[in-house]
């Protein structure tokens, strides 16, 4: 099966995800920047998901661009993602309308830990599809920022009934982490075309 489909069906959900996320923001009654105020912990729980949901998005691209071939464990792996990343309406909606309260700011961690898990179950999936030898195992390696930010996710849960706001700087920083874009697979791309060329 050929991966068009299933880049269609990510990207359209994503998208959707993002138009669900903005809907939440409820317009206010007054006319006035005032009126604005109490919408800002939404605007600002918004803009911190809008970043996960794009640097997903953009992971998501290049991981397929090293994709050959898609199997049935490649769709489920990749609808299991879909499925947590559909949650972030949901715990950002939560997270903003309650300012940040510790049940909704440690759930808003849970689905960000789970996401992160669902993206490394299908990133290990493609790779025992395509061998250890593959473009993605090689551009992956050790994947120090894949495993570090679970471990920073599941801290930021547990302080999160302490401070809120260490739970929330947590979470800015991993999206700070990972908001420059990862060249690891253009990188390996473009060595194995040259590989090919070299070898013409």
């Known amino acids: 099966m050929g991966k068009g489909r299933l880049e269609a069906f990510s990207d359209g959900v994503i998208a959707i995800i993002i138009?669900?996320?903005?809907?939440?923001?409820?317009?206010?009654?007054?006319?006035?920047?005032?009126?604005?105020?109490?919408?800002?912990?939404?605007?600002?729980?918004?803009?911190?998901?809008?970043?996960?949901?794009?640097?997903?998005?953009?992971?998501?691209?290049?991981?397929?661009?090293?994709?050959?071939?898609?199997?049935?464990?490649?769709?489920?792996?990749n609808l299991h993602l879909l499925f947590w990343l559909s949650l972030f309406?949901?715990?950002t909606g939560w997270m903003g309308e309650n300012h940040y309260a510790a049940l909704p700011a440690a759930l808003y961690g849970v689905v960000l830990f789970m996401a992160a898990i669902a993206y490394w179950v299908l990133q290990t999936t493609i790779i025992r599809q395509q061998g250890k030898g593959s473009i993605l195992a090689k551009a992956v390696g050790k994947d120090l920022k894949g495993r570090i930010s679970p471990v920073i996710?599941?801290?930021?849960?547990?302080?999160?009934?302490?401070?809120?706001?260490?739970?929330?700087?947590?979470?800015?920083l991993v999206a700070i982490m990972w908001i420059v874009p990862d060249r690891r697979i253009e990188r390996a791309l473009a060595y194995g075309e040259e590989g090919i060329h070299e070898k013409h």
């Open 89 to 91: 309406p949901f715990v």
């Open 153 to 172: 996710y599941l801290t930021a849960i547990l302080l999160s009934f302490v401070d809120y706001r260490i739970a929330d700087g947590l979470y800015v």
């Open 19 to 77: 138009t669900i996320m903005v809907l939440e923001m409820k317009v206010p009654r007054g006319d006035d920047l005032a009126s604005l105020i109490p919408l800002l912990p939404v605007f600002m729980s918004y803009v911190l998901s809008f970043i996960y949901v794009g640097i997903y998005w953009n992971n998501h691209h290049h991981m397929m661009h090293s994709v050959q071939h898609v199997n049935g464990w490649m769709l489920w792996a």
